[in-house]
């Protein structure tokens, strides 16, 4: 078999093997590395606001139907609060099951761990609801762009559209210039993403340097029931969705969006990979107006890995200390869970100090024993936003089906494109 070394995918997959091969060899010298990946997020992240923006400003205002607008968004919500809310309970079953916390001998916990970022960060943060509504708005309608933040940019987005469909024809103009604008960024993505094997290399060494090959070993029992759940939660939950509803066959679609798994894999951050899946998904035969609202509002409301890791998590470290909960904490517990899992953004290390905001609410279960994840929390990143990524693909497709926004020609084309690309790679290889 021939690999064609230009391919993004034999690139990324060859970086992440020589990532995991030099943090063994030279873990010094690994752990140095993880500026490689700290650098292709922050190009990534210094995109990602101006391209919600003129991508929601474009998909609502090019609409010019507001009740269109309003539909998608309703439905939209609905379909995330019922796939978290699963996400959620499927995490508490199977932590139940497997029971991974019961055992652990409390003296390995790292007394030296520093946990201050996250507890100092889910202090600082206001989890009630006023609080999530009052940091969803912005001050200052140019500074969330400036910043970086995700929910008030999309606010602000969502603002601007409303205002040009209502205006219409004057601001056409307006409109078109938005998508140009949007095209430029993405064409600067995709220079970007040349960097994408350089990051996934270092994000590897790194973790492997920085903690040690034996780091995949501890808390194995954990880890494996987290993967296992994801993996459920993707093949069983989501395939049924995407085949019932979409008549998607999900092994084929994870086939269509294998580079942006790969890439989310090496950085463990799904807002790695957002701008290229929306414009997967508009070539999948989503509108623009579906993946312009539904994905950037997904990756604040719809974050099913992050809600199946919390819910995990945070009963793993209540199994350790031995906090027998009544099912009605558990209740208690799932309906906090609700409303910090949404506030997670999709950069690494957020369902951290999301973890760290849920135990500060629910003082039943000891915030020091976060420290118990630290090492392993890295392998668990990976999983956590690769689910997010497809939770949210998928949300954008049955979302576009149920608007009757999904394009049947746009997707036979790609799937007979598709076809003729397999073929050919077919014929070059033998």
């Given at each position: 078999?021939?690999?064609?070394?230009?391919?993004?995918?034999?690139?990324?997959?060859?970086?992440?093997?020589?990532?995991?091969?030099?943090?063994?060899?030279?873990p010094?010298?690994?752990?140095?590395l993880?500026?490689?990946?700290?650098?292709?997020?922050?190009?990534?992240?210094?995109?990602?606001?101006?391209?919600?923006?003129?991508?929601?400003?474009?998909?609502?205002?090019g609409?010019?139907?507001?009740?269109?607008?309003g539909?998608?968004?309703l439905?939209?919500?609905?379909?995330?609060?019922?796939?978290s809310?699963?996400?959620?309970?499927?995490?508490?079953?199977?932590?139940?099951?497997?029971?991974p916390?019961?055992?652990v001998?409390?003296s390995?916990?790292?007394?030296?761990?520093?946990?201050?970022?996250?507890?100092?960060?889910?202090?600082?943060?206001?989890?009630?609801?006023?609080?999530?509504?009052?940091?969803?708005?912005?001050?200052?309608?140019?500074?969330?762009?400036?910043?970086?933040?995700?929910?008030p940019?999309?606010?602000?987005?969502?603002f601007?559209?409303?205002?040009?469909?209502?205006?219409?024809?004057?601001?056409?103009?307006?409109?078109?210039?938005?998508?140009q604008?949007?095209?430029?960024?993405?064409?600067?993505?995709?220079?970007?993403?040349?960097?994408?094997?350089f990051?996934?290399?270092?994000?590897?060494?790194?973790?492997?340097?920085?903690?040690?090959?034996?780091?995949?070993?501890?808390?194995?029992?954990l880890?494996?029931?987290?993967?296992?759940?994801?993996?459920?939660?993707i093949?069983?939950v989501?395939?049924?969705?995407?085949?019932?509803?979409?008549?998607?066959?999900?092994?084929?679609?994870?086939?269509?969006?294998?580079?942006?798994?790969?890439i989310?894999?090496?950085?463990?951050?799904?807002?790695s990979?957002?701008?290229?899946?929306?414009?997967?998904?508009?070539?999948?035969?989503?509108?623009?107006?579906?993946?312009?609202?539904?994905?950037?509002?997904?990756?604040?409301?719809?974050?099913?890995?992050?809600?199946?890791?919390?819910?995990?998590?945070?009963?793993?470290?209540a199994?350790?200390?031995?906090?027998?909960l009544?099912?009605?904490?558990?209740i208690?517990?799932?309906?906090?869970l609700?409303?910090?899992?949404?506030?997670?953004?999709?950069?690494?290390?957020?369902?951290?100090?999301?973890?760290?905001?849920?135990?500060?609410?629910?003082?039943?279960i000891?915030?020091?024993?976060?420290?118990?994840?630290?090492g392993?929390?890295?392998?668990?990143?990976?999983?956590?936003?690769i689910?997010?990524?497809i939770?949210?693909?998928?949300?954008t497709?049955?979302?576009?089906?149920?608007?009757?926004?999904f394009?049947?020609?746009?997707?036979?084309?790609?799937?007979?494109?598709?076809?003729?690309?397999?073929?050919?790679?077919?014929?070059?290889?033998?």
């Amino acid at each position: 078999m021939k690999f064609n070394l230009r391919n993004l995918t034999v690139q990324v997959v060859i970086a992440i093997i020589l990532g995991i091969i030099v943090g063994a060899v030279f873990p010094s010298f690994g752990a140095q590395l993880k500026i490689l990946a700290d650098i292709f997020v922050k190009l990534i992240k210094m995109l990602i606001a101006p391209i919600i923006f003129l991508t929601v400003v474009t998909g609502i205002g090019g609409m010019g139907n507001m009740k269109k607008v309003g539909s998608i968004g309703l439905k939209a919500l609905i379909y995330f609060e019922v796939m978290s809310t699963i996400a959620l309970a499927i995490g508490f079953i199977v932590v139940h099951i497997t029971k991974p916390g019961y055992g652990v001998d409390l003296s390995k916990l790292d007394k030296g761990a520093d946990i201050s970022q996250y507890t100092e960060a889910a202090e600082s943060a206001d989890n009630t609801l006023t609080g999530f509504i009052m940091n969803i708005l912005p001050e200052n309608f140019f500074g969330a762009i400036a910043n970086g933040e995700l929910l008030p940019v999309l606010v602000c987005a969502v603002f601007f559209g409303l205002a040009a469909a209502s205006i219409g024809e004057p601001v056409e103009q307006v409109i078109h210039l938005c998508e140009q604008a949007s095209q430029i960024f993405f064409k600067i993505v995709g220079m970007v993403m040349k960097f994408s094997p350089f990051a996934a290399f270092g994000a590897m060494a790194y973790t492997i340097g920085n903690f040690g090959m034996k780091s995949l070993l501890n808390l194995g029992q954990l880890m494996l029931s987290v993967y296992v759940t994801m993996a459920l939660f993707i093949f069983i939950v989501l395939g049924l969705v995407l085949k019932l509803y979409a008549k998607v066959n999900i092994f084929k679609f994870l086939g269509y969006i294998k580079n942006e798994l790969l890439i989310v894999l090496g950085t463990s951050s799904s807002e790695s990979a957002l701008p290229l899946i929306m414009k997967k998904l508009e070539r999948f035969g989503c509108s623009k107006q579906v993946v312009g609202l539904v994905v950037p509002t997904g990756y604040s409301f719809n974050l099913d890995g992050t809600a199946i890791y919390l819910s995990m998590a945070a009963m793993f470290i209540a199994q350790v200390y031995n906090v027998d909960l009544s099912i009605w904490q558990q209740i208690y517990l799932l309906l906090i869970l609700m409303v910090t899992s949404k506030g997670a953004a999709g950069v690494t290390g957020a369902g951290f100090i999301t973890l760290a905001a849920t135990l500060a609410a629910f003082p039943m279960i000891p915030v020091a024993g976060i420290a118990l994840l630290i090492g392993v929390d890295r392998f668990m990143s990976e999983a956590r936003a690769i689910t997010n990524i497809i939770g949210n693909s998928v949300a954008t497709i049955v979302v576009a089906k149920w608007e009757n926004e999904f394009d049947p020609k746009q997707h036979d084309l790609l799937v007979e494109e598709l076809k003729e690309e397999k073929a050919l790679r077919h014929s070059t290889e033998h």
